[in-house]
């Protein structure tokens, strides 16, 4: 049941839902310096302009005051959260690192950074020998910065494995490495070794505020001071769109400068951008001329551009000037670009601007020659967006349109892994990804319709069955930014998205499509994705309504307010539409409450629970939405710390009504199955025991089981005697569940009567407490049949006699698929280690099915795996060869047969 409703939930959530949890960003963020406390090594991840350099510097400049004593150290803020130590801070950029340092020692790593600051052979020799024994002896903290922007992926991957063999060498050092998330996300790998991974938390409101008061007391004079801040906080908080872009630290610095240039804020991603551009082209204007933008923006769009067609997010300054040179030949009658020479505008614009900065040196020729980077990726991203709007790009055909030139971007793909959960998809290539959403957003409105078509639609030359899914999730996200798109074109991109979804209940659906639905659920056409997915849920019978009932409740989650007046207000509008609105309107509103009380953040309406209850008389698809919304507001199939509904005598009856009644949706009554699980209403379920739907007789069967009732203990002692061996069974095993010694007697007695009784009684006596059924059990493990030998066999190993291992091992090799999955089953309950269970499911949950010991464990597999277990995929390796012997494994990386069961 758990693994089928995290599956459920989680198929559409954004984190992981296990059992009661809220999902991650229910949870309260904690300090960075706790975790570094308690963790010594963290993974931070964070989106594009959250703060992860800012924080890299604000650690390192702590702890260099306080090895100085440095009074200074108590004006910074939240200081006192950092550990009490007198470490060292070592910054390692990881940009700037080399193919050979990237592969090599920390020595080679530290050797390099040294050299870019141009410091002697002699000395660098020393420091790096300083700083080793100081990491050895603990004393030194090290800190890399921008995992993601090594931009070959196999280096990335190598270098992600180096990291963890610095720790097997110096295990005391502490270290934070960070990256973008989906930069670590493409990598295909996640850090182990005990590394922590946490996420950069977004701004909170007071946050925001915190921020607002420190600006302007840094940028206005006095008397201006008071106002401004007041005002800075009032926009900062003045809608929704901004609520939401402000929550990220870069682009709420962004929003400050704009404000304080142009005297508001805007709403939109694009606008900002264009203000922020704006802004800092005319910064100091007081000071220096302003940059011409007629001047800058082209060029800045045409190199932009070229490094996003190359990959790259550096160039160095003899491939920039050639580019400018180029561009000159290109665009001649673009005037302005005559006003300075290449060397000119790039020096003036590293000067005036620091959109583009030299940061270092490489070797070309034999010489040392400058690089150039975009002082933030977004700025590159969003000037390569531009670049395709304006048609300022390098070999521009002139005669072809924009979405001619967008086509076949959008098409150029690779696999994309989700190191949380070890999927794999296909998506967008990262370095035209968000380009192209700025780009679609940037784009004249009569070519916007044209535009998200050509990325939809994939070219003639291509393979559709492989880009159609990136297509659609690329579109999706373009449409997210709210472009002026026709209705027409904006549903044909909402409906492409949806056939993404898996269509199977035990399939989930994928990081991409969810990403995509949670972007669109808090844009202009979160409605409208909504009503296609309660559509599609409406058309669908049982669990096959599962993955769209999950997304549309997470769509609507997405959009809702975050304080409780607004929450309270949003689910009153939710109630209502559920009591005079269509059918499919109610099971969306039901599906948005079931999402939020999954949440934990559902509070109860007036009229809400009346119009739930109301829905449970409805078809089969709104009472198994009503049901689903429901199970959850009573904390859904796990005890809770509180729930927000409690069933009233009145209210239960209905419930219990709408279970006992065999018409009902077997997935609603499943649903409300939770609810009787903390219910004292039990007489109905004893009649469910012979339900012929497996899930709602087990449903049932484990609600009884947790019964003290003692009038239930004697009616299932009855049904013993059934004639029916279905029901005795079901009986038996649920007086197992409930541990009652007064079933002894009545089990032993069933076991007696036939031997095909003997399993299931003995599983009963068994979890009981009474073993007298053991040597029984035993004379079952030679039986040819093989269900029966199953059976004892199970239940055997689960009460660690080992006489059920030597026929498990026997039959590893059978020519039968479903008895060599069960024989490692069996022997994988002996296995004591937690790792080496999971490593032997099928599924890396350490749960049934178990693999199947004939099928190659390759490449793929051990990726997965370790990625799962967040550990390194040597250490897999060397488990599965470590267990190989045992179980019959066959390990595509060793050469010869696989060996027999039992060899060592």
Known sequence: EKRRAARRLGAASWGKPDGGEPPPEAREPVP????????????????????????????????????????????????????????????????????SALG????????????????????????????????GRGEALLLLDGLDEITEPALRVSFSQQLENIHIAYPKAPMIATSRIVGYREMGYRIGRGFEHVTVADLSREDKDDFARRWCAVVETPERRERMTEELIHDIHSSDRIERLTGNPMLLTTMALVKRKVGRLPNRRVDLYASALDVLLNWRREVDEPVDDKEAVPQLEYLAYAMCERGVQQLREDEILELLERMRGEYPQIHPLKKHTPEEFLRLLERRTGLLVEVGHVRHDGLPVPVFEFRHLTFQEYLAGLALVAGHFPGRDRARTLAENIAPLAGRTGEVRDPESGWSEIGVTENWREALRLCVASCNDDFVDGALKAILTPLESEDAQTTTHPRSVMAALCLADEPNASEGVALTALDALVMQIKRQPDESTTPGVKAAAKELGSSRWGNSLRAILA???CRRDGQARENWGSLCSNVATSSAPRDETGLREWLALETSRIAHGSETEAVDAALGIMGLAYADKAFVVPGMIEALMSMLKGNAPSACAAAWSLGWLNGGYEPRSSYPWLPSATELEQVIIFFANPESDREGVRFVSWILDRANYLEPLTASINEQDIAIRQAAMKVLSLAENAWIIESLKAKLNDEDSDTLRAAARVLGWSGNAAAVEAVLDCLDRHESNWPVAAEALIQIGDTRAVEQLATLLDDPDGDMWETAARLLASINDSRALEPAKIRLT??????????????????????????????LDALEPFFDPQQEIDEERVNAAAANLEMPTEEVRRRYEALAGQFSLRLAWLKGDAPTAGQD
């Open 32 to 99: 960075v310096g706790q975790r570094l406390g308690e963790a010594r090594r963290l993974v931070i991840l964070g989106d594009p302009g959250a703060g992860k350099t800012t924080m890299i510097r604000w650690i390192a400049t702590a702890y260099l005051l306080r090895l100085k004593n440095d009074p200074d150290l108590n004006e910074l803020p939240d200081v006192a959260t950092l550990p009490e130590e007198h470490w060292l801070p070592v910054i390692i950029r990881c940009r700037d690192l080399d193919r």
């Open 104 to 135: 090599g020692s920390l020595e080679d790593v530290l050797s390099h950074t040294l050299r870019r600051q141009e410091i002697s052979q002699a000395e660098r020799n020393a420091l790096v020998t300083h700083l080793t024994k100081k990491l």
């Open 535 to 537: 559509q599609e849920f």
């Open 814 to 843: 059978s020519g039968e698929e479903s008895v060599r999955i069960s024989a490692v089953g069996i022997l994988a309950q002996a296995v004591k280690d937690e790792i080496d269970r999971t490593l032997l499911s099928k599924d």
